[in-house]
């Protein structure tokens, strides 16, 4: 997720949707549960954990 890459606040991401910040936040919640940052904190120290798993140093 390419978007999640670089620091995207939720204004940014309802900008690409056509939304306001207040709605697109509201919608995201509704259908993933968390917010837009939430959502990309927890994507982010997923990605984290799987470099430090798959890391060839002790």
């Known amino acids: 997720m390419r978007i999640l890459q670089r620091r ?8 690409k949707a056509g939304l306001t ?4 936040t ?4 509704k ?3 968390k ?3 939430e959502y990309v ?5 997923d ?3 799987k470099l430090l798993r ?5």
Request: hydrophobic letters at 30%; aromatic letters at 12%; proline letters at 11%.
């Open 8 to 15: 995207s606040l939720p204004a940014d991401l309802a900008n």
């Open 35 to 37: 917010c837009p940052i």
């Open 47 to 49: 990605q984290a954990k």
């Open 41 to 45: 904190t927890s994507y982010r120290m």
């Open 54 to 58: 798959e890391s060839k140093k002790p």
């Open 31 to 33: 259908n993933i549960g």
């Open 26 to 29: 509201e919608v995201f919640k």
């Open 21 to 24: 910040p207040r709605y697109y």
